[in-house]
């Protein structure tokens, strides 16, 4: 180890100190110093890849998930695109709640339009996330993908009653809903769901609004429902012409 610290420092020859670190680490003299020794020069060297192998050489000794996925997602910021996410899915095995990394990996995945794999990594930083925020935030993500790009409004709905579960005054899920439950022609389903939120509506012209959708949707199908509901819209708008 000592002749790879005068290589490296005093002769400034990298290949001839890494090279000496590497005997060094084999013969098991001096084991941690001699690794530190070569990640540190792997480090300083201008190609880029010789860094991500650094960073990746930490990452397999690192001791702590936190530490272990900081540097697996190093390694993955002086990656190619294509590798890179590699190196961020085994970041998050370590750390599956690490925001830093789920957002590079969005951003990778985005890019290369793997929607099911990016789904599945928002779904399962959200069964790890220890408060509801964060739970609730990974359900966004995941619901707007299924409700977006992959087209499967089911499973988005089953992602925003996940969040009314947590948050029942969450509006954007309230919405996530019914556009699922009207993506998916369940007329019955939304009309219930649009009457719960007129009946909790403190704004009387959108629970009119609310109450005359709900009519709409019953009429052709059920004359008696589609006269409630409109008779509501009359009890918070008195003057609603549709009604």
């Not at 420092?9 to 530190?36: F, K, M, P, T, V």
């Not at 299924?146 to 509006?171: F, M, N, T, V, W």
Request: with cysteine; charged share 25%; aromatic share 6%.
């Amino acid at each position: 180890v000592e002749a790879g610290v005068v290589a490296e420092s005093a002769l400034r020859d990298r290949a001839l100190a890494i090279s000496l670190y590497q005997q060094a680490e084999e013969n098991g003299s001096g084991h941690d110093a001699a690794r530190q020794g070569i990640v540190r020069l792997m480090l300083a060297d201008p190609d880029a890849t010789q860094g991500a192998k650094a960073h990746t050489m930490t990452a397999l000794q690192a001791h702590g998930a936190q530490r272990a996925a900081h540097h697996w997602a190093a390694a993955a910021n002086l990656t190619r695109p294509e590798e890179a996410a590699e190196q961020l899915v085994q970041a998050l095995e370590h750390d599956p709640f690490s925001w830093v990394v789920l957002w590079d990996l969005d951003r990778l995945y985005r890019l290369q339009g793997r929607w099911e794999e990016l789904a599945a990594i928002w779904d399962t930083a959200g069964h790890v996330a220890e408060h509801s925020a964060g739970f609730i935030a990974c359900c966004r993500r995941s619901a707007a993908l299924h409700e977006g790009p992959l087209s499967q409004p089911e499973r988005a709905l089953e992602r925003y009653r996940q969040i009314l579960a947590r948050d029942a005054k969450d509006a954007t899920s309230r919405w996530g809903v019914q556009r699922t439950l009207a993506a998916m022609g369940k007329d019955e389903e939304l009309v219930v769901a649009l009457a719960d939120e007129a009946k909790a509506c403190s704004d009387p012209r959108r629970a009119a609004q609310l109450w005359n959708f709900c009519g709409n949707l019953w009429l052709g199908r059920d004359e008696k429902q589609a006269a409630a509901c409109f008779s509501r819209t009359l009890e918070v708008a008195p003057t609603d012409v549709q009604a």
